[in-house]
């Protein structure tokens, strides 16, 4: 992550060239409509200093004669041009002003779309090493910055570039010593945008770095608020609070110093370089210097009158565009980490044995239907062209396993282990032991370095990931329920259960009881990870919800630890219903929901170094038996 | 509200007063210049001598001086007055919220603090800036360049009378249509954010039930619906362009035929060339103004949710107070319940503790047990006031603890909560939680009390260790240690540990037990625990259920006597179940 940041300034045109290609490809009619309404407008808003200008000598010829109706004719004729070129101007610009409104929305809810989808598709591994926060800041600050450039600074720097163009090609058209003049000037403010302008980006980005750090300040703080009180730390709180806040104000108040410094300054140098021009082109013109033009006039009065005024436009512009500087500089920012988040690699699948629905034939063979049967099988082509299927069961295997998270690290040494249909496998083992670790190579969320899992008798590696996992149920410490009815938790499990068998699987879980007495019953709405229900609670809805899937296969990680003993009572029973039938893999930090397992399997350090029954355990007077009467620590 | 936000605004006063008033003086310059070069151009027309435009450009170059001046000044002063306001908004936030009692802050959650620390204060920030520079200057800007208009241009200036009204209806008309739908959006906008949040926290679950296709499903409708709403609020304001353009257009064409008539058929003398062409100029400040007016109103409006948010901190009330003459010393660490009854809000018909009386001597070693939502741990804040009891009255050395100095009684009854923290810092740091001056000594004297010491004294930095934010980095059991070793050092008449052993072994859990006994006799100890070897031991034990006391008594006693308690024994004993955690 470091050495990409690093490449940043670098890449920034990467980032834009990417960034236009992908507005493009969201709206490939659209956009070139929009692009070419606005260099339209751009270029008909360089063109009416001229006409008036035209107007006023027309004016300025005749007024001392009084006479309207010998000058009428061309001063109408001209309002006319520039009144048709105005209609043209608002069609242009009601049209791009609509068209980017369409644009910017519409691409920030594809860009959002393509993370959120792309995300869908990381592996485990991405959302076990990256902070949640940080990955939330994607979907919100830096959308956020994005939008700002697509509708706004994008379009504004387009319209201002095109203008100075078109303003500088009208002076070239009058004269080429003038417009070096102010081409002098001009590069006096780039250099001020460049000093100015980057001093206020270098501050923005610190200002944004002691954000987070007041964030994260106060979290910690919020967090532990109620330990602040009962030691009357309040005040040394208060302290390190001021120092935190203090250098967000410092970095905040210069990044904004500069910022708001830039437009008065750039617009003064405008007015410098006007009066600057007048004095030049009025010296040349006593001079009598010859002019160098593309339309070859000579120097006179007609010539340095218009000049001025496009002075004033073309450093107008120039203040615009240096008004998008932070804008940009946030925004590429925010663009390039949202291209990494879409360019993280998606978990990858190799599998090609899948679950089919399955019925015995008369043969007592099995073969493949299309209806649901709630039979399964393994449907497994061999390179052969032949196809078998094997009867889903729910035997899980390991064969020497080795794993590690990062190479070199290898935190599962040689695990073998048996589970077979309808068996239930326990994990103990204190905290980094490798339980939860061996799980996640069941349901391949990891990939083993070493050895073979197999399910069913199939190498895990062929089978399709969705499959694998759709045959594996399971139920975490940490309940993840999601904003929805009570029934969408629990069909949650199975997306074609209907309401019956839903609320079948919430009784077997032992939850219809309470679901019952909610304010709505099964349609009562939830919220904030369940917030309105006990922990208890929450851990039944889970419970029903792997119920509902129906799986041969179970995972229980720590599904008990956090309710008390009593509540507990209540749970154990709904997981004990769960249990029966299905091959049941479980952590446990209590030993008495691992008691009744066909094997318990003690790890240590990534080995296991027990295993037995309960009782053999026990005659041991091993690990487990310390462990059992409490004289070894756990956590 | 706004006179509550401008309590903050204290020390940035000066600036605050400054940048209005610069900008007042850039205003000025901004609208003389143009009139000036006007004169210039009119007098280059005339076709005047060098010194008359040297004359012209010095005025020119020194007023463009005094603008920028001015201008950097009003923004150098802008920035200080805004970001000292934010400065202070969060310091007046954050000192309103160590003033909260447990109650305030049951109110709210960690992670709306924070974003009202952090995201609103910022959007108030933006929109105080715009209001002490923007919302002063467009007006004047307009009143300026009006005045100005008429001072040049007399009849004709009539046009901006008809233009500005329009214009105004226009914008007012666009600002009142988008805000509701922005506000709408707005909320679908956060409620996108969450649930990319709970897809997020719950990706574990969301892969184990092969739902990704499910999910993208889900947020591509929700994402739509944003869209679509956004989409038509910015459809709105993007007339706003449109139809200040249309209002420019207009004026500048009927200034170029109207004034022309003018300049010609009176011959210069209602209007000159020169007055014509800076009509023009003031044409487009005026527009550009109310155009900046009508954005500084939707800027304005949109920031008002979040000052609302960041008052609610502000005026939330501490609902414990110090009284007036407190007691300043505990006497001795006897408790007494007399009556007391307890809710946690008026609202809540359920009251978490009914009807105790309890009388615990001073130096007495007491348990409590009882299931989940049996209000031990609501029994025990009451004594370190860190509720107020409903009814009734709860006294500390035969005082009630509503006379004492509030943190007179905190340090003299120092609990260990269950939801315990340690904050980022070395082992030091937070061990001097206890006692700013603690020596090391008495650190490591207070740490071998709760067993802490030997694990502390393995570490290769041993008490200079650094610990991360939440404690991450030691295990449950050693956190759970450190945090009674930390209450230690207050030396209390009372320690109350709330379920703070419960992931510490057996064995340790009754080493610290029995160094309480040996060497803090004098101190009153209330144990809450879930396994009952962890109070067995106790003098007397409360059973709890249902808030309120089911039985108190010995161990003994209470195997004999109490259905709860038997029950709770025997579901960890007889069947040989310890609990392991």
């Not at chain 1, 068996?423 to 061996?438: C, D, L, M, N, P």
């Not at chain 1, 699987?505 to 369940?530: E, V």
């Not at chain 2, 988008?178 to 719950?202: C, H, W």
């Given at each position: 992550?470091?050495?990409?940041?690093?490449?940043?300034?670098?890449?920034?045109?990467?980032v834009?060239l990417?960034?236009?290609?992908?507005?493009?490809?969201?709206?490939?009619?659209?956009?070139?409509?929009a692009?070419?309404?606005?260099?339209?407008?751009a270029?008909?808003?360089?063109?009416?200093?001229?006409?008036?200008?035209?107007?006023l000598a027309?004016?300025?010829?005749?007024?001392?004669?009084?006479?309207?109706?010998a000058?009428?004719?061309?001063?109408?004729?001209?309002?006319?041009?520039l009144?048709?070129?105005?209609?043209?101007?608002?069609?242009?610009?009601f049209?791009?002003?609509?068209?980017?409104?369409?644009?910017?929305?519409?691409?920030?809810?594809k860009?959002?779309?393509k993370m959120?989808?792309g995300?869908?598709?990381l592996p485990?591994?991405?959302?076990?090493?990256h902070?949640?926060?940080?990955?939330?800041?994607?979907?919100?600050?830096?959308?956020?910055t994005l939008?700002q450039?697509i509708?706004?600074s994008?379009p504004?720097?387009?319209?201002?570039?095109i203008?100075?163009?078109?303003?500088?090609?009208i002076?070239?058209?009058?004269?080429?010593?003038l417009?070096?003049l102010?081409?002098?000037?001009?590069?006096?403010?780039?250099?001020?945008v460049?000093k100015?302008?980057?001093?206020?980006?270098?501050?923005?980005?610190?200002?944004?770095q002691a954000?987070?750090?007041?964030?994260g300040?106060?979290?910690?703080?919020?967090?532990g608020?109620?330990?602040?009180?009962v030691?009357?730390h309040?005040?040394e709180?208060?302290a390190?609070?001021?120092?935190?806040n203090?250098?967000?104000f410092?970095?905040?108040?210069?990044?904004?110093?500069?910022a708001?410094?830039?437009?008065?300054?750039?617009?003064?140098?405008?007015?410098?370089?006007?009066?600057?021009?007048a004095?030049?082109?009025g010296y040349?013109?006593l001079l009598?210097?010859?002019?160098?033009?593309?339309?070859?006039?000579?120097?006179?009065?007609?010539?340095?009158?218009?000049f001025?005024?496009?002075?004033?436009?073309?450093?107008?512009?120039?203040?615009?565009?240096?008004?998008?500087?932070?804008?940009?500089?946030?925004?590429?920012?925010?663009?390039?980490r949202?291209?990494?988040?879409?360019?993280?690699?998606?978990?990858?699948?190799?599998g090609y044995?899948?679950?089919v629905n399955a019925k015995?034939?008369?043969?007592?063979?099995i073969?493949?239907?299309?209806e649901?049967?709630?039979?399964?099988a393994?449907k497994?082509?061999?390179?052969?062209?032949?196809?078998?299927?094997?009867k889903?069961?729910?035997?899980?295997?390991f064969?020497d396993?080795?794993?590690a998270?990062?190479?070199g690290?290898?935190?599962?040494h040689?695990?073998?282990?048996?589970?077979?249909?309808?068996?239930?496998?326990?994990?103990?083992?204190?905290t980094?032991?490798g339980?939860t670790t061996?799980?996640?190579l069941i349901?391949?969320f990891?990939?083993?370095?070493d050895?073979?899992i197999?399910?069913?008798g199939i190498?895990?590696n062929?089978i399709?990931?969705?499959?694998?996992?759709?045959?594996?149920?399971?139920?975490?410490?940490?309940t993840?329920?999601?904003?929805?009815?009570?029934?969408d938790?629990?069909?949650?499990?199975n997306?074609d259960?209907t309401?019956?068998?839903?609320?079948?699987?919430a009784q077997l879980?032992?939850?219809?009881?309470?679901?019952?007495?909610?304010?709505?019953?099964?349609?009562?709405p939830?919220s904030?990870?369940?917030?309105?229900?006990?922990?208890?609670q929450?851990?039944l809805?889970?419970?029903?919800?792997?119920?509902?899937?129906d799986?041969?296969v179970?995972?229980?990680?720590?599904a008990?630890?956090s309710?008390d003993?009593r509540?507990?009572?209540i749970?154990?029973?709904?997981m004990?219903?769960?249990?029966?039938?299905?091959?049941?893999?479980?952590?446990a930090?209590?030993?008495?929901?691992?008691?009744n397992?066909?094997?318990?399997m003690?790890l240590d350090?990534?080995?296991?170094?027990?295993?037995?029954?309960?009782?053999?355990?026990?005659?041991?007077?091993?690990?487990?038996y310390?462990?059992?009467?409490?004289a070894?620590e756990?956590? | 509200?706004i006179?509550?936000?401008?309590?903050?605004?204290?020390?940035y006063?000066?600036?605050a007063?400054?940048t209005?008033?610069l900008?007042?003086?850039?205003?000025?310059?901004?609208?003389?210049?143009?009139?000036?070069?006007?004169?210039?151009v009119n007098?280059?027309?005339?076709?005047?001598?060098m010194?008359v435009?040297?004359?012209?450009?010095?005025?020119l170059?020194?007023?463009?001086?005094?603008?920028?001046?001015?201008?950097?000044?009003?923004?150098?002063?802008?920035?200080?007055a805004?970001?000292?306001?934010a400065?202070?908004?969060?310091?007046d936030?954050f000192?309103k919220?160590?003033?909260?009692?447990?109650e305030?802050?049951d109110k709210?959650?960690?992670?709306?603090?924070?974003?009202?620390?952090?995201?609103?204060?910022?959007?108030?920030?933006?929109?105080?800036?715009?209001?002490i520079?923007?919302a002063?200057r467009?007006?004047l800007?307009?009143?300026?360049?009006?005045?100005?208009?008429?001072?040049m241009?007399?009849?004709?200036?009539?046009?901006?009378l008809?233009?500005?009204p329009?214009l105004?209806i226009?914008?007012?008309?666009?600002?009142?249509?988008?805000m509701?739908?922005?506000?709408?959006?707005?909320?679908?906008?956060?409620?996108?954010?969450?649930s990319?949040?709970?897809n997020?926290?719950g990706?574990?679950?969301?892969?184990?039930y092969?739902?990704?296709?499910?999910e993208?499903?889900?947020f591509h409708?929700?994402a739509?619906d944003?869209?679509?709403d956004?989409t038509?609020?910015?459809r709105?304001?993007?007339?706003?362009?449109?139809?200040?353009?249309?209002?420019v257009?207009l004026?500048?064409v009927v200034?170029?035929?109207?004034?022309?008539?003018t300049?010609?058929?009176?011959r210069?003398?209602?209007?000159?060339?020169?007055?014509?062409?800076?009509?023009?100029?003031?044409?487009?400040?005026?527009?550009?103004?109310l155009?900046?007016?009508?954005m500084?109103?939707?800027m304005i409006t949109?920031?008002?949710?979040s000052a609302?948010?960041?008052?609610?901190?502000?005026?939330?009330e501490?609902s414990?107070?110090?009284p007036e003459n407190p007691?300043?010393?505990?006497?001795d660490?006897?408790?007494?319940?007399d009556?007391?009854?307890f809710?946690?809000?008026?609202k809540?018909?359920?009251?978490?503790l009914?009807?105790?009386?309890?009388?615990?001597r001073?130096?007495?070693?007491?348990?409590?047990?009882?299931?989940?939502g049996?209000?031990?741990?609501?029994?025990?804040?009451?004594?370190?006031?860190?509720?107020?009891?409903?009814?009734?009255t709860?006294?500390?050395?035969?005082?009630?603890?509503?006379?004492?100095?509030?943190?007179v009684?905190?340090n003299?009854?120092?609990?260990v909560?269950?939801?315990?923290?340690?904050?980022?810092?070395?082992i030091?740091?937070?061990?001097?939680?206890g006692?700013?001056?603690?020596t090391?000594?008495?650190?490591?004297?207070a740490?071998?009390?709760?067993?802490?010491?030997e694990?502390?004294?393995q570490?290769?930095?041993?008490?200079?260790?650094?610990?991360e934010?939440?404690?991450t980095?030691?295990?449950?059991?050693q956190?759970?240690r450190?945090c009674?070793a930390?209450?230690?050092?207050?030396?209390?008449?009372?320690?109350?540990?709330?379920?703070?052993?419960?992931?510490?072994?057996?064995?340790?859990?009754?080493?610290?037990?029995?160094?309480?006994?040996?060497?803090?006799?004098e101190?009153?100890?209330?144990?809450?625990?879930q396994?009952?070897?962890?109070v067995?031991?106790?003098?007397?034990?409360?059973v709890?259920?249902?808030?309120?006391?089911?039985?108190?008594g010995t161990?003994?006693e209470l195997?004999?006597?109490n259905?709860?308690?038997?029950?709770?024994?025997t579901s960890?004993?007889?069947?040989?179940?310890?609990?392991?955690?």
């Amino acid at each position: 992550m470091r050495n990409k940041t690093e490449k940043n300034a670098g890449s920034r045109r990467g980032v834009v060239l990417r960034l236009v290609k992908t507005l493009f490809s969201f709206y490939p009619v659209l956009l070139p409509i929009a692009i070419i309404c606005i260099i339209f407008d751009a270029v008909i808003s360089a063109i009416p200093s001229v006409f008036m200008q035209n107007v006023l000598a027309v004016v300025e010829d005749t007024f001392q004669s009084g006479d309207w109706s010998a000058a009428s004719g061309a001063i109408l004729g001209m309002v006319g041009i520039l009144g048709a070129l105005y209609v043209l101007s608002l069609i242009a610009g009601f049209t791009h002003t609509q068209l980017m409104a369409i644009i910017t929305q519409g691409s920030l809810a594809k860009m959002r779309e393509k993370m959120f989808d792309g995300m869908q598709d990381l592996p485990i591994k991405y959302f076990d090493t990256h902070n949640h926060g940080d990955v939330m800041s994607y979907y919100t600050n830096d959308i956020d910055t994005l939008r700002q450039m697509i509708s706004q600074s994008f379009p504004q720097l387009l319209r201002a570039v095109i203008l100075c163009l078109a303003v500088l090609f009208i002076m070239l058209y009058y004269s080429v010593w003038l417009t070096l003049l102010v081409l002098l000037g001009v590069v006096c403010m780039i250099v001020v945008v460049k000093k100015v302008g980057g001093g206020s980006a270098r501050y923005f980005l610190r200002q944004q770095q002691a954000i987070g750090k007041t964030e994260g300040f106060v979290e910690e703080m919020m967090n532990g608020q109620k330990v602040i009180k009962v030691f009357c730390h309040e005040e040394e709180a208060k302290a390190d609070f001021d120092k935190v806040n203090d250098e967000l104000f410092e970095n905040s108040r210069t990044a904004h110093r500069y910022a708001n410094m830039l437009m008065p300054i750039l617009s003064n140098i405008g007015y410098v370089l006007y009066v600057a021009v007048a004095l030049v082109g009025g010296y040349l013109l006593l001079l009598g210097v010859p002019n160098i033009s593309i339309s070859g006039l000579a120097f006179s009065i007609s010539i340095v009158v218009p000049f001025l005024n496009m002075t004033r436009q073309f450093t107008g512009n120039i203040g615009q565009m240096s008004n998008q500087v932070n804008a940009i500089v946030m925004g590429l920012a925010g663009t390039k980490r949202i291209f990494d988040l879409v360019d993280e690699k998606p978990e990858t699948d190799e599998g090609y044995v899948t679950l089919v629905n399955a019925k015995e034939n008369a043969n007592g063979e099995i073969e493949e239907c299309a209806e649901r049967t709630n039979v399964w099988a393994w449907k497994h082509p061999h390179h052969d062209g032949t196809i078998t299927y094997t009867k889903l069961q729910g035997d899980v295997r390991f064969y020497d396993v080795d794993f590690a998270y990062e190479e070199g690290k290898t935190v599962l040494h040689d695990i073998s282990l048996y589970a077979k249909p309808g068996q239930k496998i326990a994990f103990v083992g204190s905290t980094g032991a490798g339980k939860t670790t061996i799980t996640n190579l069941i349901n391949r969320f990891y990939d083993i370095a070493d050895g073979k899992i197999r399910y069913d008798g199939i190498n895990i590696n062929k089978i399709k990931k969705a499959d694998l996992r759709r045959s594996l149920g399971i139920v975490l410490q940490d309940t993840n329920l999601f904003t929805g009815t009570v029934m969408d938790n629990i069909r949650y499990g199975n997306l074609d259960a209907t309401d019956e068998e839903c609320i079948v699987a919430a009784q077997l879980a032992g939850a219809d009881d309470f679901i019952r007495r909610l304010p709505q019953g099964y349609d009562t709405p939830l919220s904030g990870n369940g917030a309105s229900l006990s922990q208890g609670q929450r851990q039944l809805l889970a419970i029903a919800r792997a119920a509902v899937a129906d799986p041969p296969v179970m995972i229980l990680d720590e599904a008990t630890s956090s309710i008390d003993t009593r509540t507990e009572a209540i749970v154990q029973q709904g997981m004990d219903a769960l249990m029966t039938g299905r091959t049941v893999f479980v952590i446990a930090h209590r030993l008495s929901t691992v008691r009744n397992s066909n094997a318990i399997m003690v790890l240590d350090h990534g080995r296991i170094i027990e295993r037995g029954t309960h009782e053999e355990l026990l005659a041991l007077k091993g690990t487990y038996y310390q462990l059992y009467t409490g004289a070894l620590e756990l956590d | 509200m706004i006179k509550i936000l401008a309590k903050s605004i204290r020390e940035y006063k000066k600036p605050a007063i400054l940048t209005p008033i610069l900008v007042t003086g850039e205003v000025v310059f901004e609208c003389i210049i143009p009139y000036l070069i006007a004169q210039l151009v009119n007098q280059i027309q005339a076709g005047c001598e060098m010194i008359v435009i040297v004359k012209y450009g010095t005025v020119l170059v020194v007023l463009a001086l005094l603008s920028l001046l001015l201008g950097a000044m009003a923004g150098s002063y802008c920035a200080t007055a805004s970001c000292g306001l934010a400065r202070n908004l969060r310091k007046d936030m954050f000192y309103k919220i160590q003033s909260y009692s447990f109650e305030n802050i049951d109110k709210f959650s960690v992670s709306s603090l924070v974003t009202r620390m952090t995201t609103d204060v910022t959007n108030v920030q933006q929109a105080y800036m715009m209001i002490i520079r923007a919302a002063i200057r467009s007006p004047l800007m307009l009143i300026f360049s009006f005045i100005m208009g008429f001072v040049m241009g007399g009849r004709v200036a009539v046009i901006y009378l008809v233009t500005i009204p329009i214009l105004a209806i226009a914008l007012t008309l666009v600002v009142r249509k988008t805000m509701p739908i922005f506000r709408k959006v707005f909320k679908k906008y956060d409620a996108l954010n969450a649930s990319v949040q709970e897809n997020i926290r719950g990706m574990r679950v969301v892969k184990s039930y092969v739902r990704e296709e499910y999910e993208k499903k889900k947020f591509h409708v929700a994402a739509d619906d944003v869209r679509a709403d956004f989409t038509r609020a910015e459809r709105i304001l993007a007339l706003n362009n449109p139809i200040m353009m249309f209002c420019v257009y207009l004026v500048m064409v009927v200034i170029l035929t109207f004034g022309s008539y003018t300049v010609i058929t009176t011959r210069g003398l209602d209007l000159n060339v020169g007055q014509m062409s800076s009509l023009l100029t003031y044409n487009f400040q005026i527009l550009m103004s109310l155009m900046m007016l009508s954005m500084v109103f939707v800027m304005i409006t949109m920031a008002e949710e979040s000052a609302k948010r960041i008052v609610e901190v502000l005026t939330e009330e501490s609902s414990l107070k110090n009284p007036e003459n407190p007691v300043m010393a505990v006497k001795d660490g006897s408790i007494d319940f007399d009556n007391v009854s307890f809710k946690y809000s008026k609202k809540a018909d359920r009251m978490a503790l009914k009807d105790i009386n309890l009388h615990i001597r001073s130096g007495e070693v007491i348990g409590i047990i009882g299931g989940t939502g049996s209000s031990k741990s609501t029994l025990i804040q009451l004594i370190s006031r860190l509720y107020d009891t409903t009814e009734g009255t709860v006294k500390v050395g035969g005082v009630d603890v509503r006379e004492y100095d509030m943190e007179v009684l905190r340090n003299q009854v120092a609990v260990v909560l269950q939801k315990n923290v340690l904050f980022s810092g070395t082992i030091k740091d937070n061990l001097r939680w206890g006692n700013q001056d603690a020596t090391d000594e008495e650190m490591i004297e207070a740490c071998k009390l709760a067993q802490a010491d030997e694990f502390v004294q393995q570490f290769p930095d041993k008490y200079d260790t650094w610990i991360e934010q939440g404690g991450t980095n030691v295990s449950g059991g050693q956190k759970q240690r450190l945090c009674i070793a930390r209450a230690l050092l207050k030396k209390p008449k009372i320690l109350i540990l709330d379920d703070s052993t419960s992931a510490v072994d057996t064995r340790t859990d009754a080493l610290i037990r029995k160094a309480f006994r040996e060497f803090i006799p004098e101190t009153t100890k209330i144990i809450i625990a879930q396994r009952v070897a962890s109070v067995e031991d106790a003098d007397r034990i409360i059973v709890m259920d249902g808030g309120t006391i089911n039985a108190i008594g010995t161990h003994e006693e209470l195997l004999k006597n109490n259905e709860i308690y038997r029950e709770v024994y025997t579901s960890q004993n007889k069947a040989g179940d310890n609990d392991a955690q």
